[in-house]
């Protein structure tokens, strides 16, 4: 190991642990380990942003600005009003409902675009009924990762996985759908256990819901009409947008200018209402994992996997899939696979069938992001819409949560890939 990767894991080791800790900002943590890898010489400004995935920052800032147009049509308190009513203000069929939704909209849309929105629809429920968003929200950051490991376009490992491997939308589903189905309903069954007897709420809480009007919360008919018309367009392009041969952040911000041109709402007030503090979260800890990957230290990391099990594909499955999940929980999981990718390539190119290999990253990679706040981008925007709301989710409460029901859907992942394979 030389000084520069000696350097780098130290500047990521402390960002970690401010993250871990609290006591400094998670946005000012990751910006100041960001200029620290820049400072030290571990890699250049101009190669930093190189590491920034501006197609993740741009489906962001462009469904944000999206879903504040949309908010001020009254939509989100419709379905809201709409979706406690059906179930009679019982918030643990809410849960569910909202889960697999989520699950659903996450296997074809983003991660971020499913929760940024349902998000908002769910702050809406929750405040309705009285009860705390937190467990509502851990619940969708979970399904989201899980319903977006199915699909080829549901997680970006997964997108870089299929174009490597020459694998289709159709081969993700078939290979990945029953035991990410499994995974949901396990995971359900767990959350019963973990916030079933928790869910209470007041008798004359779910009364009042009952008497409210859902067509009463439509504030501007006009922009909800457009609002509408505007999620289909903004569905169908996220579904089609590599044949199309443009990117998703691409769509995303299409979608917000056109919202924003026909909207006819406060500019300067939707843009205010961008979550900065989030943006600038992503892009500093995308230059710090990128000053890792510089370093050599994650290139150093994906060759100690495949030596230490000298190509036994079984063993080889098994330490892709734990290892990744692990690292996938704390570490930007998108230059793990890149790294990856090209070793899996070199085993296949020496008659080796890596066929498990690919599906053991992507259930690893994927899956990985319920392990820690930081996991996945979805577990940040849901974490900046819950603390934007008055109840911020801490690092140590989403890990208590999270990691357990991670390591349980890697280890049903386990046993479906010894089966299958």
């Not at 908002?120 to 405040?127: A, L, S």
Request: some cysteine; aromatic content about 8%; hydrophobic content about 55%.
């Amino acid at each position: 190991m030389n000084f520069q990767q000696i350097i780098s894991i130290l500047i990521f080791v402390c960002v970690m642990a401010a993250i871990i800790s609290e006591k400094i900002n998670r946005t000012v943590a990751a910006l100041s380990g960001a200029i620290l890898m820049v400072l030290t010489g571990i890699l250049t400004l101009d190669k930093g942003l190189e590491h920034v995935d501006f197609n993740t920052i741009g489906v962001l800032i462009g469904m944000m600005l999206f879903v504040s147009v949309i908010k001020n049509s009254g939509l989100f308190e419709y379905i809201a009003i709409w979706t406690a009513k059906k179930t009679k203000g019982d918030p643990w069929k809410i849960m569910i409902y909202f889960m697999i939704v989520t699950a659903v909209l996450s296997a074809v849309l983003d991660n971020v675009t499913t929760v940024l929105l349902i998000g908002p629809m769910t702050i809406v429920v929750t405040q309705l009924l009285g009860v705390n968003p937190i467990p509502f929200l851990m619940t969708q950051i979970l399904a989201s990762n899980i319903g977006g490991t199915s699909t080829l376009i549901g997680d970006p490992p997964n997108i870089m996985i299929g174009s490597a491997a020459g694998l289709s939308f159709v081969d993700f589903l078939t290979h990945l759908g029953p035991v990410v189905l499994v995974i949901l309903a396990v995971t359900i069954i767990c959350f019963k256990f973990i916030y079933g007897n928790k869910l209470v709420v007041d008798e004359a809480a779910k009364e009042t819901i009952m008497n409210l009007d859902e067509k009463k919360s439509i504030q501007d008919r006009a922009l909800l009409k457009k609002s509408i018309v505007m999620i289909i367009f903004t569905l169908v392009g996220f579904v089609f947008h590599s044949n199309l041969g443009i990117e998703s952040c691409v769509v995303a911000i299409t979608s917000a200018v056109i919202m924003l041109l026909i909207g006819k709402q406060d500019v300067d007030e939707i843009f205010a209402s961008i979550e900065w503090s989030t943006i600038f979260f992503f892009v500093g800890l995308f230059i710090v994992v990128g000053g890792l990957v510089e370093s050599g230290v994650i290139g150093s990391l994906a060759e100690l996997i495949i030596n230490a099990t000298e190509g036994h594909i079984v063993a080889t499955t098994m330490i892709i899939l734990w290892l990744s999940a692990i690292i996938s929980a704390f570490l930007d999981n998108i230059p793990f696979v890149a790294t990856l990718i090209p070793l899996i390539l070199t085993m296949q190119a020496n008659g080796i069938d890596v066929t498990p290999l690919w599906w053991a990253t992507s259930l690893g990679a994927c899956l990985g992001g319920n392990g820690s706040l930081i996991g996945a981008s979805a577990n940040v925007v849901l974490a900046g819409v819950s603390e934007k709301h008055g109840h911020p989710i801490s690092f140590g409460y989403f890990l208590k949560i999270g990691f357990p029901l991670m390591i349980l859907s890697v280890a049903i992942s386990t046993v479906y890939l010894l089966i299958i394979f």
